[in-house]
């Protein structure tokens, strides 16, 4: 008999609880634990055109996005598990992992209620993500996370790192010494998630950045010799570029790693 964890939680949307239990195999074999984490900041609720000339936001592709990978992982699979983690300067787990397809699409495209729309902490949603594994034991887990996001991390938790409004180029200095702490915080949480034998693909838009802003994006999630089987990376112009081959290599990245109960 394998060892399992039981995961009983309750999950929040539209205002609504429902109370699931999910029993997680306590091997490495023997199921897959994913968290989607995504950004779900001010600068998500930007219009974009497609290249179709329809108009929508790009909160609205990272929905479908979302969709996309759910439905991924989990056709022809019972031993996959999948939860969400959304932030902003918040940061909060909107489903633990279920393989529950219908709690997880309603939880996607739901509503996301945050005080803090505009700064993004990727630290502390990477944290979330990390707390959240039924199983976080390195030997015996399978581990994956699923970041999406559209640009800079702009906040760390840590209050003496705030950005202000910068006009004299003393304010400008001072905020990009920030951004560097910043930086240097967020790469120290992912390379801890790596150390863990976690799974971390990263999909950043970055086609409206400026060189100076995809830099350190690089440094902060593609600079990881030492763990690079556990790290993928992948910018992209726009988050509509987010393709249906991206989504299958993390499927099969996910898949390939378990042996499939259907």
């Known amino acids: 008999c394998v060892p399992t964890f039981i995961i009983l939680s309750i999950h929040l949307y539209h205002k609504l609880s429902y109370l699931s239990i999910c029993y997680i195999e306590l091997s490495k074999k023997g199921c897959a634990q994913v968290y989607l984490v995504l950004d779900c900041s001010v600068s998500m609720e930007e219009e974009i055109t497609l290249s179709d000339g329809t108009t929508t936001t790009k909160m609205q592709v990272e929905r479908q996005i979302a969709t996309n990978i759910v439905n991924s992982l989990l056709d022809g699979t019972k031993n996959v598990y999948v939860g969400l983690v959304v932030f902003t300067g918040e940061v909060y787990r909107k489903t633990s992992l279920t393989n529950d397809r219908n709690l997880l699409l309603n939880a996607i495209n ?44 702009t906040s760390d938790g840590d209050e003496s790192h705030t950005l202000y409004t910068a006009i004299t180029q003393e304010e400008i200095d001072e905020n990009n010494r920030k951004l560097q ?15 863990e034998d976690i799974k971390l693909y990263s999909v950043f838009a970055m086609g409206d950045s400026d060189e100076s ?21 992948r910018e992209v112009d726009t988050i509509e570029n987010v393709t249906k081959e991206l989504i299958e290599e993390f499927t099969k990245y996910v898949k390939d790693s378990i042996e499939i109960t259907s």
């Open 213 to 233: 802003d995809k830099e350190l994006i690089n440094y902060i999630f593609n600079d990881f010799q030492e763990y690079s089987e556990n790290n993928t990376f």
């Open 181 to 195: 702490l910043i930086a240097d915080n967020t790469k120290n949480t992912a390379q801890a998630i790596l150390r």
């Open 110 to 153: 739901g509503n996301i209620e945050f005080n803090d729309y505009y700064y993004t902490n990727i630290k502390a949603a990477l944290e979330k993500a990390y707390d959240s594994y039924a199983n976080n034991i390195k030997e015996t887990s399978n581990r994956y996370m699923f970041l999406l996001s559209d640009g800079l991390p």
